[in-house]
């Protein structure tokens, strides 16, 4: 970025503001690094050393948080425009969240605080924080407040401005991230309490960070070998050495003898609102070709959604989810568009978290789907970081005219309870993926590739995925890696075959 841009930015800052930026650039700078900024001159270099001001996205981002819409214009105005990037936003909505508290807090609501923080900080550095900012700062200092802790700033908001103890309640509701109290757990069925498994596959977890009760239960991940015992079945019915692999007994796999299959169902945001913050997404329209091209194939009735906000995309899926699917072997949903750890989001940048897109298809929620597949295809990220590969291998070359990568950004937090999903995911957690803006994602395509190559030969579709995680993990994308991860609750194989 043009260094005297910023230089000019910099004399425009004052002091409160460059404390503000700093506290929105906690995420992505260490805190020590932090503490000894001065100036605005001091955040960008930090700043430049994370590779964070190579375009103006990221500093877009934090002006128009801190309300500084002249400097923006500023950047607007610059010749070279934003890199388009997916990974974003760049500042999180928790971030955002408890910037926007603090600059509610009144002087008076500021001292009331503090008393009630004096039990529970040094008071040597509580009476130094003169504003609501720093006192944020201290209780994370002092790991009072996370993203997934926000009960004491809630509660302590709650005696002073119940306006803004409702706005913590907002983001946490939206995160999904409620009290363990105020959580309700959804019963499992009978029929999945019969289920046996093997106590290896019992113990497998998706993930091996630990369960945290305010974001929801961590569910187990099984193989989709596993079978479930289906009344009839026995040494007298139909071998399988008799017949094609997609044709064994129905213990073994999930029918597929609909026409059509079901409905796959994609939302494809290309377009955001300018006061999102967000950029539009060239080269998915190739995406949304590609996956209606492929599931009509398989005999899917392909319904498409175009640029959804967060309550339109709510309403969709909940619709879809309220519809009678007696007559489906399966449901696809395709969600392409931008996002976070644990969510995407609506074209207004309303975090959509995946388990609001995934609720409404439970067997509780939608008893017409029970034991048959649902499959969710996700494009976006689960964070900021770029995957690195630890042997080299060739970059893929682009030839004039094909346009470039760019980085797609969001993810999965947790699989429903119930049985019978797989959500498939651009990349593993705390990575970017990316998409080219002409051709579209790069896993997106790859999927829907091997979607085809399986259908010919008849594999199942975890074999599929393997084979789209070994072609998309061999490509280098602006100097970084990706490795897309499938997460799965299967309790049989699946097959789709062409109609």
């Known amino acids: ?48 050393e994370k590779s964070l001001l190579e375009d103006h996205y990221f500093l877009s981002q934090l002006l128009s948080v801190i309300g500084r819409l002249d400097l923006l214009r500023l950047l607007e105005t610059d010749s070279r425009q934003p890199t388009q990037t997916d990974a974003c936003p760049a500042l999180s909505q928790y971030r955002r969240m408890l910037y926007k508290v603090s600059e509610d807090v009144t002087k008076e609501n500021l001292t009331k605080m503090k008393f009630l923080l004096s039990d529970k900080l040094p008071r040597g550095r509580l009476d130094l924080c003169t504003t609501a900012l720093e006192v944020l700062c201290e209780m994370e200092r002092q790991e009072l407040l996370t993203e997934d802790r926000l009960d004491e700033l809630q509660r302590i908001l709650e005696e ?13 509701e939206a995160r999904g991230s409620v009290s363990q109290q105020e959580y309700s757990v959804q019963p499992i069925s009978n029929q999945e309490q019969q289920l046996s498994f093997p106590q290896s596959l ?121 519809r009678s699917h007696i007559h489906a072997d399966a449901l696809v949903v395709c969600v392409l568009s931008h996002g976070e750890k644990g969510c995407v989001l609506g074209t207004d940048g309303v975090e959509v978290p995946i388990r609001s897109l995934t609720q409404p298809f439970t067997s509780e929620q939608c008893p017409s789907l029970m034991g048959k ?106 100097d970084s890696k990706q490795m897309p991860e499938p997460k799965y609750t299967l309790t049989k194989k699946l097959f789709l075959p062409y109609i």
């Open 202 to 322: 019992q113990s497998l977890s998706i993930s091996e960070t630990r369960p945290n009760l305010e974001r929801g239960q961590s569910i187990r991940l099984y193989s989709d070998a596993m079978t479930e015992p289906q009344p009839g079945s026995g040494p007298d019915q139909v071998t399988t050495s008799t017949m094609p692999s997609w044709k064994t007994s129905e213990m073994e796999h999930y029918s597929m003898t609909c026409n059509p299959r079901g409905t796959c169902l994609i939302i494809n945001n290309h377009h955001f609102m300018g006061f999102s913050g967000l950029t539009d997404r060239p080269g998915t329209e190739q995406d949304e070709k590609a996956l209606h091209n492929v599931f009509s194939r398989l005999g899917f009735k392909v319904e498409v959604c175009s640029d959804l906000t967060e309550k339109t995309m709510l309403r969709a899926v909940e619709a879809l989810g309220g």
């Open 1 to 48: 970025m043009d260094l005297r841009l910023l230089s000019r930015i910099d004399e425009e800052l004052d002091s409160s503001e460059v404390a503000a930026l700093c506290f929105l650039c906690t995420d992505v700078l260490k805190r020590k690094r932090l503490e000894t900024v001065e100036d605005g001159r001091g955040l960008f270099l930090r700043l430049q």
């Open 373 to 478: 597949p649902k499959l969710f295809f996700i494009q976006a990220c689960q964070g900021k970081g770029f995957q690195q590969g630890s042997v080299f291998l060739p970059s893929i070359r682009q030839r004039e005219g094909q346009g470039r990568y760019e980085a797609d950004a969001g993810a999965i937090e947790s699989i429903p309870w119930d049985a019978d999903f797989l959500i498939g995911m651009a990349t593993v957690e705390e990575c970017k993926s990316f998409r080219n803006t002409k051709e579209g994602s790069i896993y997106i395509q790859e999927l829907c590739k091997q979607l085809e190559w399986g259908a010919d030969r008849g594999e199942d579709i975890l074999s599929v995925l393997t084979r789209v995680n070994r072609e998309v993990s061999r490509g280098v994308y602006r």
């Open 160 to 172: 002073c401005d119940t306006q803004l103890a409702n706005t913590v309640r907002q983001h946490r």
